[in-house]
């Protein structure tokens, strides 16, 4: 599980380094992608799940865009 949860925060973290670089467009990563950054970066590097023993440090970039998204209010809203 370790493994699988690495390769999906690594994958994750290039997709942020494309956004920072602007590779990827922020809004189209943030409506498709934001809340699977954020329960990732939850369960596997702050502890959600359990000690992963991955190295936030080494991830700057996703831990740096899921906190941007934590901090915005959703522009989306579901229509009833």
């Not at 602007?22 to 498709?32: F, L, Q, R, W």
């Not at 996703?62 to 009833?80: G, K, M, S, Y």
Request: glycine residues 4%; without cysteine.
């Amino acid at each position: 599980m370790r493994q699988d949860a690495i390769f999906l925060v690594n994958f994750l973290d290039t997709i942020a380094i494309g956004v920072r670089q602007k590779v990827y467009m922020k809004d189209i990563v943030k409506d498709n992608l934001a809340i699977i950054m954020m329960d990732a970066v939850a369960r596997f590097i702050e502890g959600g799940w359990g000690d992963f023993k991955i190295n936030k440090d080494h991830l700057r970039d996703l831990v740096a865009l899921v906190q941007e998204l934590r901090d915005q209010r959703p522009i989306h809203t579901a229509v009833p």
